[in-house]
């Protein structure tokens, strides 16, 4: 898809017909979270991330 004289504007159409109706990725909101957190993942007791009822 990137290549040698192609437009940023052509790459965003590209990209957003390529990725229209697809659902969200399933750790998006997790890798936000850490990413928020400068990489820091918690606690070590800590098991799991949170993610919002309404992320889906």
């Known amino acids: 898809m990137i290549r040698v004289g192609i437009s940023k504007k052509d790459y ?12 969200v990725p399933k750790l998006l909101l997790p890798s936000i979270q850490v990413n928020i957190r ?13 993610v919002p009822k309404n992320s889906t």
């Open 38 to 50: 400068a990489s820091h993942l918690g606690e070590s007791e800590s098991k799991w991330s949170t």
């Open 12 to 23: 965003v159409v590209a990209r957003l017909a390529k990725d229209k109706g697809k659902p």
